[in-house]
């Protein structure tokens, strides 16, 4: 029978908390790190709970603390004397001991379970996260291990993001990162999220991407694929005035098209993160977007503007969760709020994104895609003016980074001339003064 407690680890750390040979910032370092569920005794949960909540280290004061609920004898028969240099061992034991109730109470659940025809595969997901959780220690990196951690990055735990101007202010994206792409309806997201799945997949040659749209469906992320591919413009695709042996022809040439490596999840295939998850644990996407975190389902119905602050949180931080789990770069779209439009300034903020709660936090980037003439009109600013604004980063300051598109191939172009660069965003400030 395997031991699930330890009533003399658990009396000698009780022992040592009462020693009043001990000093109080020792007794009081021990309580920090050990919880009440380290012990199983009823009566010795209720002394460390006492000892904890009040700080009190006396016998006596903690006998009138507690009252008749234990009984005095059973207070001074802890008389267990350990040294600061053994308490930590029985500490361990008393973790131990911990971690073997888990393991047993898990152990059990999967039985249950099983037996009740639960999903195999969430209960398998269920059981590695709770045994990730159990075996994996708080221990502290040295100074000279996070040294060496960061001089034996490679190549590959850096991807760029793309974009050669954006790679050299910011240094590509690390995995485990979540990127957050804002913007108004019109402003040219979803478009501009596959042109950087392409690029993405183009500049960094090894890597997998995978497109999950709640928005669109497969088949017309597709058609706006083939647009930029093939130089089609989208309305063309969508009436079918193409020539398809053309489109095959041109699809096939693109590597990473070719070799699946940049795949469409049909949006029937998912509906919240943990859809997300089993798809992700798959695959193996180095890079994944979603299109967009707002139309994720919700662990639990929402009722009111807090409820789905706090779902999509969730929803948030689980998926940072996924890309730190996966060694992956998470490309998130999100919405922003309604009536920019009708400000004097139309452009659009961190405090626009709609029902942000944890996503400004968990975001290392928060990119907003802005096409500024949906908002002043074309005659005011050309219709090939595209602009990406970095209103938060993490390792950078935050830029206005213009492009030239043409939103009907798909296509968003760099401009290596820097005059060019900053004639357009010249441009760009005219309009917003």
Same mark, same amino acid.
């Given at each position: 029978?395997?031991?699930?407690?330890?009533?003399?680890?658990?009396?000698?750390?009780?022992?040592?908390?009462?020693?009043?040979?001990?000093?109080?910032?020792?007794?009081?370092?021990?309580?920090? =790190?050990? #919880?009440?569920?380290?012990?199983?005794?009823?009566?010795?949960?209720?002394?460390?709970?006492?000892?904890?909540?009040?700080?009190?280290?006396? /016998?006596?004061?903690?006998?009138?603390?507690? $009252?008749?609920?234990?009984?005095?004898?059973? %207070?001074?028969?802890? #008389?267990?004397? =350990?040294?600061?240099?053994?308490?930590?061992?029985?500490?361990?034991?008393?973790?131990?001991?911990?971690?073997?109730?888990?393991?047993?109470?898990? $152990?059990?659940?999967?039985?249950?379970?099983?037996?009740?025809?639960?999903? +195999?595969? !969430?209960?398998?997901?269920?059981?590695?996260?709770?045994?990730?959780?159990? &075996?994996?220690?708080?221990?502290? !990196?040295? *100074?000279?291990?996070?040294?060496?951690?960061?001089?034996?990055?490679?190549?590959?735990?850096?991807?760029?993001?793309?974009?050669?101007?954006?790679?050299?202010?910011? $240094?590509?994206?690390?995995? @485990?990162?979540?990127?957050?792409?804002?913007?108004?309806?019109?402003?040219?997201?979803? &478009?501009?999220?596959?042109? /950087?799945?392409?690029?993405?997949?183009?500049? *960094?040659?090894?890597?997998?991407?995978?497109?999950?749209?709640?928005?669109?469906? +497969?088949?017309?992320?597709?058609?706006?694929?083939?647009?930029?591919?093939?130089?089609?413009?989208?309305?063309?695709?969508?009436?079918?005035?193409?020539?398809?042996?053309?489109?095959?022809?041109?699809?096939?040439?693109?590597?990473?098209?070719?070799?699946?490596? %940049?795949?469409?999840?049909?949006?029937?295939?998912?509906?919240?993160?943990?859809?997300?998850?089993?798809?992700?644990?798959?695959?193996?996407?180095?890079?994944?977007?979603?299109?967009?975190?707002?139309?994720?389902?919700?662990?639990?119905?929402?009722? *009111?503007?807090?409820?789905?602050?706090?779902?999509?949180?969730?929803?948030?931080?689980?998926?940072?969760?996924?890309?730190?789990? &996966?060694?992956? =770069? $998470?490309?998130?779209?999100?919405?922003?709020?309604?009536?920019?439009?009708?400000?004097?300034?139309?452009?659009?903020?961190?405090? !626009?994104?709609?029902?942000?709660?944890?996503? /400004?936090?968990?975001?290392?980037?928060?990119?907003?895609?802005?096409?500024?003439?949906?908002?002043? @009109?074309?005659?005011?600013?050309?219709?090939?003016?595209?602009?990406?604004? +970095?209103?938060?980063?993490?390792?950078?300051? &935050?830029?206005?980074?213009?492009?030239?598109? *043409?939103?009907?191939? @798909?296509?968003?172009?760099?401009?290596?001339?820097?005059?060019?660069?900053?004639?357009?965003?010249?441009?760009?400030?005219?309009?917003?003064?």
């Amino acid at each position: 029978m395997v031991d699930l407690f330890s009533w003399e680890a658990e009396e000698a750390v009780l022992g040592f908390l009462l020693n009043p040979l001990i000093k109080i910032d020792d007794k009081r370092q021990i309580i920090q =790190v050990v #919880d009440n569920e380290y012990f199983t005794n009823e009566k010795y949960q209720v002394l460390f709970t006492t000892i904890k909540e009040y700080g009190i280290f006396d /016998k006596v004061l903690l006998k009138d603390r507690i $009252g008749d609920r234990i009984d005095i004898i059973d %207070i001074e028969n802890i #008389d267990v004397l =350990v040294t600061s240099e053994e308490i930590q061992s029985y500490i361990e034991i008393l973790l131990d001991r911990l971690q073997r109730r888990k393991i047993y109470a898990l $152990g059990k659940d999967i039985q249950d379970s099983i037996s009740k025809g639960a999903n +195999a595969f !969430d209960t398998a997901l269920r059981a590695e996260s709770k045994i990730m959780s159990l &075996t994996s220690r708080a221990d502290l !990196d040295t *100074n000279q291990e996070l040294l060496e951690r960061v001089l034996e990055e490679k190549p590959g735990d850096v991807l760029s993001s793309g974009y050669k101007h954006i790679d050299a202010f910011i $240094g590509g994206y690390a995995r @485990g990162m979540i990127i957050t792409i804002a913007g108004d309806s019109g402003h040219l997201k979803t &478009t501009f999220a596959l042109d /950087k799945a392409f690029r993405m997949a183009e500049r *960094n040659p090894t890597i997998k991407v995978g497109i999950f749209s709640k928005e669109m469906l +497969a088949t017309d992320l597709m058609k706006k694929q083939i647009a930029r591919v093939c130089g089609i413009p989208t309305p063309l695709i969508f009436s079918q005035q193409y020539d398809k042996e053309f489109v095959r022809k041109k699809m096939m040439e693109v590597e990473a098209w070719r070799n699946n490596r %940049i795949r469409i999840i049909n949006p029937n295939s998912f509906h919240g993160v943990n859809d997300i998850a089993k798809i992700q644990m798959t695959y193996r996407f180095d890079v994944w977007f979603l299109d967009f975190i707002q139309l994720l389902e919700f662990a639990k119905s929402a009722t *009111n503007s807090s409820d789905y602050n706090i779902q999509i949180g969730q929803n948030m931080r689980n998926l940072q969760s996924l890309a730190l789990a &996966t060694k992956s =770069v $998470g490309v998130v779209l999100s919405q922003v709020k309604k009536g920019i439009e009708h400000r004097r300034t139309m452009k659009p903020t961190v405090s !626009d994104i709609e029902w942000s709660g944890l996503i /400004k936090q968990l975001s290392s980037y928060i990119f907003f895609s802005y096409y500024p003439g949906k908002y002043y @009109g074309f005659e005011a600013i050309p219709a090939d003016h595209y602009f990406l604004i +970095a209103e938060k980063t993490r390792f950078a300051e &935050t830029f206005h980074y213009p492009m030239r598109v *043409n939103p009907g191939l @798909g296509t968003f172009e760099e401009i290596d001339d820097v005059s060019q660069r900053e004639k357009m965003t010249a441009k760009l400030r005219s309009i917003l003064e």
